[in-house]
């Protein structure tokens, strides 16, 4: 197998949908625990009685940590009103302010705009919502889900892949079988190269 085809840099993130899902966030703690992940989580939401104390129990166990903003409600990620950009300010100092520091984020339905990527950048935080390109100056681009990994991992991969996962995905055998598979063949690819 050629060097090219062989990714000189992999990241891994999970989009943390349902933190105080007990079931949901067991899988993803174990599966955490075996793989290195950026955890790109959303702040509970009160109006939809999500417990802070526990959400925080959970986040503060992560070791890599990055802000998802959803702007609607925990089941729907994209904007239908209000000032996102503001939004993600006011997430983040939520976060800093409870002893949290994300590092990453990404956009929920994978929404941005000049103002988000203004404040993602004032912030600090390398912005992962972009599906396309190449790391550049605080932007790390997300290339591939689940299914797009287990059909390419075994193919010429670009240079660079950041593959992503829902933490839901986990709940199912199959998904889950597949994604710990295929960064496994990944590490393995990479480190027969190095």
């Known amino acids: 197998m050629p060097q090219n085809s062989v990714p ?46 526990v959400w925080l129990d959970r986040a503060r166990t992560l070791e890599t940590i990055g802000l998802h903003t959803h702007w ?7 904007p239908t009103g209000g000032d996102p950009a503001a939004r993600v300010r006011r997430e983040a100092e939520w976060m800093r302010d409870r002893g949290l520091d994300p590092r990453w984020f ?11 990527r203004a404040v993602v950048a ?20 997300t290339t591939h889900s689940v299914g797009q990994l287990a059909r390419a991992v075994l193919l010429p991969l670009p240079r660079y892949v950041h593959a ?30 190095r």
């Open 122 to 141: 004032e912030l600090g935080l390398v912005d992962c919502t972009p599906r396309a390109g190449l790391p550049g100056d605080g932007v790390l681009p």
């Open 72 to 78: 609607t409600s925990p089941t729907h990620a994209r």
């Open 106 to 116: 990404c956009g929920g339905g994978w929404y941005s705009d000049d103002e988000v």
């Open 8 to 53: 000189s840099r992999s990241v891994v993130s999970c989009h943390v949908e349902r933190p105080l899902d007990d079931e949901c966030w067991g899988r993803f703690d174990a599966f955490r625990r075996r793989h290195d992940v950026i955890a790109l989580i959303r702040p509970p939401d009160p109006c939809f009685g999500e417990d802070e104390a």
């Open 164 to 193: 992503y996962f829902h933490d839901y995905d986990l709940l199912d055998t199959a998904r889950r079988a597949a994604l710990d598979v295929s960064l496994r063949v990944l590490g393995f690819r990479r480190a027969s190269f």
